[in-house]
């Protein structure tokens, strides 16, 4: 956020200007009526719906917002007349008194009103998707901000595609819009860095989102429309409860909201030798869970006098209660306003905290309770504690022992020495002393853009006389954090470089090696290397001296100075539509979801969000921490003492009664090993369900399942990544080698002129769906109700009917909707139903469970880890003649999957002789997955990778080595006109010499363009039916549509209604989208392979050529009627209106896929060589999509297939702990996803025009994953970069190779 959200001048004595606006991640949100009117097309607008008030306004009269669990005590309004309360939608709740203070207010929200508007995924802060905005009186000021709760719609600009996230990214825009009305298009862009999307690439919400901006020159919608339903009227003054508990909870814990400080003194005198907490935002209970729980919590946002803000000539003195977001505004205001040396530092301490953890964090968190998570933690890279202790701050302490009466000052050093019982930081001050010559920098390394930890961050402060060689004329402060728990500090280099030129290059080059004789990075298994922190460390103090003295410095070297400042992203999508406007002609046109306006307006119900009954239960996993090892047995005893603990399910509840083994009924029996739902003795990897715990709510399962104690005895070293598993030759399955030409490709390789081989070593990922995973099962007559996020219903029914041992017509799967899929919800989904199955079976009650993230990264499968090893070969005209590979597929610890086996392995490329040799390898972790394009993903990386190592063996240009290589137009669907067109619309000759000129210009940073194609075969191998079910309204003409497949974002829904309006030639409004039932359309095919839209939309045209076969002498006979008129007749006349269409896919006899879909792409990015940082400049993608039945739905899957890739190629990482087998990066702040400052900066997506595709159905092509295939380019656009470095610092010229993901680390080196 930038200054100009603070408008008045900051006076030299107690002053308040705060925002009061607060977001409650993990809390609630809702979006009931939304903002303004929008115009149709692809561009961004948003629109109003009245519908169903989810939820408006929460008025918090404490003004305490908890992240991530936030608590409700925390939230109500109390006096000591009357029950606590709080304001919901203008509506008063009381709450007892014996309310849980561990509650958080999106547990009451979603679970005690059923307001499920919000969504919940991470409850870290992590992943925004429960963001809400609240009103609420400053306990300092007494000033009201009334922030109601709205939505404003990325419907139809095409920003919803799961819609689990909309939600959380209306609240962020909408909640900061209010705050900040007057934002520009960077800042909106900005107010993103909290919420994770994985389906749609994040361009057309931000698009959506900066039509509101004030530079955007087109309005959004209508800020005045959201004041209606706000219910600022209620939110009264402050009310606190001096030191009385307000509230007590199942364990016995208190909750105290003290008003002065004085209270708050002697209630931390009478608790200093107890368990207690104190709580501001709470936020730091998202990265240390454990700190979370105590007995007593002591509110301490009403205390006024911990809000101090004091200017001097001499310092700063900064309240404790001030949250970052506050310091944020603050320091730039004081920076600007008074340009004076001495605060100058203030600017880029300001800036550095806008890559302090997200808005609704820094809006919520106060920098003390930063300072006490580093004291708590000394190994926590705090910024707050590198950038005051760089500055030279002293934070001041009061102790309850005196009342406070003699405040003690620290030095930030000392502070971490401090014992902090019964005491409470009141204040820092920071010094504004600083001379003209005073320098100040800081940096924060980090693995993604915003709203991650640093790898390492480091702050600098030095006095220099510019006159006289930028000699250092004081003693420097230079601090680190993120190197070990006890090195903050740089003691010996800050002695050593005082009184010293910093334009002398042996200075400079000893302060480097005086760092690094006294850095001692620690080995973490989830940090960095040291070697890597260790070359940034001093990189950074490179960095910084060629900050102070630029001037002094030949231009191209001050680059090295510069750090990435994030332009807004622009974007084009360059598509032609089917030329009628008619509503009843949509076919070929970018019509919105029908579904999308409901999906950010809250009103979509996902499972999880169907209101919970009075008799149901829900479960929670007991899962193994470590593996492979033997199963004792458990311990109930503390789980039992949780209100609403109900049982524990063990494998033996299941024995005689139920299969217990979840392995899907598709595999032949004769293959298929057991896959146990719950553990009987042999534990396979850790994260395995052992147990499942029922309760009364979600939250009491949890917090019991924690609470099991489970006797395990490991019986060996787990093995837990393929690179391991291949050192131990634990193959489990080898199918026979597959040659393509040649029988003896090794003879072939050899017989060419250039010859390369190498290594590429991939990691997996994770499916990271917004909606975790769930089911929610009921039993009733007909036998079992399932509810499920699924993407093959029927494969389930067949599974369960095992499992159950029931008959099919007694198990009816039913899924409204996917909170995103990607493979993930169908060997995973089968483990949740089942398990929640059997459950509610024994229970004969309702069971819903709904996984933590922990528990979803624990046992979530993912896509496999690979070790490929290639060679390849090319002949003198640098054609490609030959390769082999050989690839070590991670299955995990079962075979059942083998996701990698019928990957082609060439991509665009004409390679006449190939082999494949695939070798399973087990490890000791959960089976490996689907995961969007599995197989191409890893194997469009792996293609790139060789051509690139050939084009260099060959001496040739990459991308015309590839473009020589291409498939002629006809082998392979447009790949020369794809090409030949991009070079034009992307520019790239021109961009090439740019890219020339700027690497000569610039020592540091770097440029680098690759371009690349893809041909992605999609297989009609399926044999079982596409179906869709039509039932047309005699009283109304309305039509309900039910499709086999599941809809998860990928439109597949409004592709099958726009194929229905069009052939039964009605308006596509008329069309209702019902829940796929697995009684309705029975027997369906899998989603996956990206092709079930066309073959259902193929079925969807059959069942509506029914129905008007049906109608034609009708229609013939009545030609003037309207549908109704038409319809109403047919019932009259006895005529069916419903109609099962159906499709079923074949290759038609081809051995591979029926066609390929086909695309190229070029990626420009830039790098920063001194700390690895980089930014994807430009992307350019051109796919052929035939004939696209919704280029607006076409567009969104191409820009999110493609940043899931980046994400996959460049950032997400697992690490799994050696000893126990664990996965140590199960939550939001150790597994990074792409965000939204990620993405491209310039995104430019064209469809081809004129162009069919007459072997698929509906002569459309496939596009949900293809795309993924262009995003290795990010790879190579990098590496261009980094040997335009190494090029140009005379460094030997060498093909370079890289594991991925390609993270800073890996490419990161000395600067020398
Ligand atoms: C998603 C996420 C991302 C983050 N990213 C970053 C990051 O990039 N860089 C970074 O540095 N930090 C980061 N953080 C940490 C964040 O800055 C802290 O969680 C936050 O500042 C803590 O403030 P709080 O008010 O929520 O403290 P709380 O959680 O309320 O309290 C934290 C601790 O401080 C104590 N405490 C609070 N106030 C006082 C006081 N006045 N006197 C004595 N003790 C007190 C409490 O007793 C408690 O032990 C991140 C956190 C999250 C959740
Ligand atoms: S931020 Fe609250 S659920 Fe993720
Ligand atoms: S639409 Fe954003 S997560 Fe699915």
Redesign the pocket.
């Given at each position: 956020m930038s200054s100009s959200t603070l408008t008045a001048p900051l006076q030299p004595r107690l002053r308040l200007r705060l925002s009061h606006l607060v977001y409650f991640p993990c809390a609630y949100g809702g979006l009931p009526y939304p903002v303004g009117c929008g115009k149709s097309g692809l561009g961004p607008r948003v629109f109003v719906s009245r519908k169903r008030r989810q939820l408006v306004c929460v008025c918090l009269c404490p003004a305490s917002a908890a992240?991530p669990n936030c608590s409700v005590q925390q939230s109500m309004e109390i006096s000591t007349h009357q029950e606590p309360f709080i304001y919901v939608n203008d509506k008063r709740y009381e709450i007892t008194r014996d309310c849980d203070p561990e509650m958080s207010l999106n547990d009451f929200l979603r679970d005690t009103l059923n307001l499920k508007g919000t969504k919940v995924m991470c409850r870290?802060?992590?992943c925004g998707c429960c963001t809400v905005c609240a009103v609420y009186k400053h306990p300092a000021t007494g000033e009201i901000e009334s922030k109601p709760v709205n939505s404003a719609s990325l419907a139809d600009g095409f920003g919803s595609q799961c819609g689990y996230c909309s939600p959380g990214f209306v609240m962020s825009a909408y909640s900061q819009l209010r705050d900040n009305p007057k934002a520009t298009k960077l800042e909106v862009e900005h107010f993103f860095d909290g919420n994770i999307c994985r389906c749609t690439g994040y361009r057309p919400i931000l698009d959506s989102m900066k039509s509101f901006a004030c530079d955007a020159g087109k309005a959004g919608g209508c800020l005045e429309d959201l004041e209606r339903g706000c219910c600022r009227s209620q939110v009264g003054k402050v009310p606190t409860s001096g030191v009385a508990a307000i509230a007590r909870g199942w364990k016995g814990q208190k909750f105290y909201n003290p008003g002065t400080l004085k209270e708050l003194l002697t209630l931390l005198g009478r608790l200093r030798n107890d368990n207690y907490?104190?709580?501001?935002?709470?936020?730091?209970?998202?990265?240390f869970k454990e700190?979370a729980i105590a007995d007593h919590y002591v509110n301490?946002r009403n205390v006024p006098e911990?809000y101090k803000i004091e200017e001097t000539e001499a310092s700063l003195e900064i309240g404790?209660n001030l949250t970052?977001h506050d310091l944020l505004v603050l320091f730039a205001r004081v920076a600007n306003d008074n340009k004076q040396a001495g605060r100058a530092y203030l600017g880029q301490f300001s800036r550095h905290l806008q890559q302090?953890?997200?808005q609704a964090?820094r809006r919520?968190?106060?920098?003390?309770?930063?300072l006490?998570?580093k004291l708590?933690h000394p190994e926590f890279p705090?910024?707050?504690f590198v950038l005051m202790a760089a500055s030279g701050a002293i934070v001041k302490v009061a102790d309850s022992i005196d009342g406070g009466a003699a405040v003690q000052e620290y030095t930030m050093t000392d502070f971490l020495r401090q014992d902090?019982r019964g005491r409470?930081?009141t204040s820092a001050l920071l010094p504004l002393s600083g001379g003209v010559g005073q320098r100040f920098g800081s940096f924060k390394i980090t693995p993604r853009a915003l709203?991650?930890?640093a790898y390492l961050n480091a702050a600098f402060n030095v006095s220099v006389d510019s006159a006289n060689g930028y000699t250092v004329t004081d003693r420097p402060r230079i601090v680190y954090g993120g190197v070990c728990d006890k090195f903050n500090h740089a003691v010996k280099t800050e002695n050593y470089l005082q009184n010293k030129s910093l334009i002398d290059q042996e200075t400079v080059n000893g302060a480097i090696k005086v760092l690094e004789s006294e850095l001692n990075p620690a080995e973490e298994a989830t940090w960095s290397s040291p070697q890597h922190r260790r070359s940034l460390a001093s990189n950074l103090l490179y960095k910084f001296i060629l900050g102070v003295a630029s001037a002094a410095l030949p231009a191209a070297d001050s680059s090295g100075a510069q750090v990435f400042v994030r332009r807004v992203q622009s974007a084009e999508q360059d598509f032609e539509q089917e030329p009628s406007e008619l509503p009843s002609a949509p076919l070929g046109r970018a019509c919105p979801k029908p579904e999308a306006r409901g999906q950010t307006a809250g009103e979509a119900q996902y499972v999880n969000d169907a209101p919970s009954r009075s008799n149901e239960l829900f479960g929670a996993f007991v899962l193994a921490q470590e593996a492979p090892a033997k199963l004792k047995g458990f311990g109930t005893e503390e789980a039992e003492q949780v209100p609403g603990y109900d049982r524990l399910i063990t494998a033996k509840d299941l024995e005689g009664r139920y299969d217990n083994n979840y392995v899907s009924a598709l595999i032949p029996p004769q293959f298929a090993q057991t896959e146990e739902i719950l553990v009987t003795t042999e534990v396979r990897y850790a994260g395995q369900p052992l147990a499942i715990v029922l309760a009364k709510s979600q939250r009491a399962a949890d917090r019991a399942a924690a609470l099991v104690t489970v006797d395990l005895e490991q019986t060996g070293e787990p093995i837990t990544s393929v690179a391991e598993a291949v050192a131990k030759a634990s193959v489990v399955m080898e199918p026979p080698v597959e040659t393509v030409g040649s029988e003896d490709v090794a003879k072939e390789l050899d017989s060419q002129p250039c010859r390369i081989e190498g290594q590429i070593v991939v990691n997996e990922q994770a499916h990271f769906f917004m909606e975790s995973l769930t089911a929610s099962v009921t039993p009733c007559e007909e036998g079992l109700l399932i509810s499920v996020p699924h993407q093959w219903a029927d494969a389930l029914v067949m599974t369960l009917r095992r499992v159950l041992r029931r008959p099919a017509n007694e198990l009816r799967v039913v899924t409204p909707r996917i909170g995103g899929g990607f493979g993930g919800k169908l060997i995973m989904s089968d483990l949740i139903a089942c398990a929640t199955c059997v459950a509610a079976d024994i229970a004969q009650q309702p069971v819903r469970m709904y996984l933590t993230l922990a528990s979803n990264m624990q046992l979530a499968m993912k896509r496999p880890g690979m070790l490929l090893r290639y060679k390849g070969a090319v002949n003198a005209e640098g054609k490609l003649r030959a390769a082999d590979w050989e690839i070590n597929n991670e299955v995990g610890y079962t075979v059942n999957m083998q996701t990698s086996s019928s990957t082609p392995w060439t991509w665009g490329y004409r390679c006449p002789n190939y082999s494949f040799r695939i070798r399973h390898m087990r490890t000791d972790k959960p089976e490996s997955t689907f995961v969007r394009g599995p197989g191409p993903a890893v194997s469009s990386l792996a293609n790139l990778l060789l051509m690139d190592h050939l084009a260099f063996e060959a001496g040739m240009d990459p991308i015309e080595f590839k473009f020589n290589n291409l498939y002629k137009d006809g082998d392979g669907d447009n790949f020369q006109r794809m090409w030949s067109e991009l070079l034009q619309l992307a520019d790239i000759e021109a961009r090439r010499k740019e890219i020339e000129e700027f690497n000569k210009a610039n020592t540091f940073r770097k440029r680098g363009l690759d371009m690349t194609a893809v041909s992605y075969q999609i297989g009609y191998d399926r044999g079982r039916p596409s179906q869709v079910y039509l039932t047309v309204q005699g009283s109304d003409g309305s039509v309900t549509l039910t499709h086999s497949g599941a809809e998860m974002g990928q439109g597949l829904g409004v592709k099958c209604a726009q194929a229905v309006a069009a052939k039964l030639n009605i308006d596509l409004t008329l069309i209702k989208l019902k829940p796929t039932d697995s009684h309705v359309t029975p027997n369906n095919d899998v989603t996956g392979g990206s092709s079930t839209s066309e073959w259902n939309c193929q079925a969807a045209v059959n069942a509506a050529e029914q129905i008007n076969q049906r109608l034609e002498t009708l229609r013939a006979a009545n030609p003037q009627d309207s549908w109704p008129a038409l319809v109403g007749k047919a019932v009259s006349a006895g005529i069916c209106l419903a109609a099962m269409g159906v499709f079923t896919a074949d290759n038609a006899g081809r051995k591979a896929g029926r066609y390929c879909s086909t695309g190229v792409g070029a990626v420009e990015a830039e790098v920063d060589v001194l700390t690895g940082l980089y930014e994807i400049r430009r992307v350019d993608i051109t796919m052929d999509v035939g004939r696209s039945i919704n280029p607006g739905v076409d567009i969104g899957q191409i820009e999110g297939a493609f940043v899931m890739g980046m994400g996959y190629y460049l950032m997400e990482r697992t690490v799994y702990d050696a000893d126990s087998g664990r996965n140590l990066t199960d939550s939001?702040?150790e597994y990074k996803v792409p965000q939204a400052a990620d993405t491209p900066r310039d995104f430019r997506v064209h469809i081809l025009k004129s162009t069919s595709n007459p072997a698929a159905a509906m002569s459309t092509k496939a596009i949900g994953e293809p795309p993924i295939c262009l995003a290795p380019l990010c790879v190579t656009a990098i590496k261009r970069a980094v040997e335009a470095y190494r090029e140009a610092r005379g460094k030997p010229r060498r093909h370079l190779t890289f594991d991925m993901p390609l993270t800073p680390e890996r490419y990161c080196k000395p600067r020398i």
């Open positions: 992240l870290e802060a992590g907490r104190l709580v501001f935002g709470n936020t730091s209970s998202g990265v700190d301490i911990l404790s970052l302090v953890a997200n964090v919520n968190g106060c920098w003390a309770g930063n006490m998570l708590a705090s910024d707050l902090m409470v930081v709203n991650a930890h939001t702040w």
